[in-house]
C-alpha cells in the first residue's frame, strides 16, 4: 500500500489536547463525574492533576490503555470470588422452588 498523506492521516491515533483520546476521556471523567455528584467547583481544578499524570503515563507508553483493556477482556468471569471446588452438577435435577 502506498503511503499517501491521506492514508497516514486515517490511520494515526485520534488525539485531543495532545494525549490519546481514551487517557483524555479518562481525565475528563475523573473530573465531571465527582463536579456533578457533589456540585463542587473545585473538582473542576484538579483536571490539571489528571491531565499531567495522563501525560507522563503517555511519555512512558503511550498504548498502555490497550493493555488495560486487553487485560480486563480476557480476564476470568469469576474475578473477586472465591473458587468452587467439587461442586455438585446440578445438571438433569429439578431444584427446589
Known amino acids: 500500500m502506498e503511503e499517501t498523506v491521506v492514508i497516514r492521516g486515517l490511520t494515526r491515533q ?3 489536547a495532545g494525549l490519546p483520546l481514551p487517557y483524555f476521556m ?7 463525574l465527582p463536579f456533578m455528584i457533589t456540585k463542587s467547583l473545585l473538582w473542576l ?4 492533576i489528571w491531565y499531567f499524570g495522563a501525560r507522563s503515563v503517555t511519555a512512558v507508553n503511550p498504548n498502555g490503555h490497550r ?8 480476564l476470568p468471569q469469576s474475578f ?7 461442586q455438585r452438577s ?3 435435577r429439578v431444584t427446589d422452588v
Open 80 to 86: 473477586g470470588r472465591k473458587p468452587v471446588r467439587f
Open 26 to 32: 479518562a481525565a475528563v471523567a475523573l473530573t465531571v
Open 14 to 16: 485520534a488525539k485531543m
Open 45 to 48: 481544578l484538579t483536571f490539571g
Open 67 to 74: 493493555i488495560v483493556t486487553t487485560r480486563l477482556r480476557h
Open 90 to 92: 446440578s445438571k438433569g
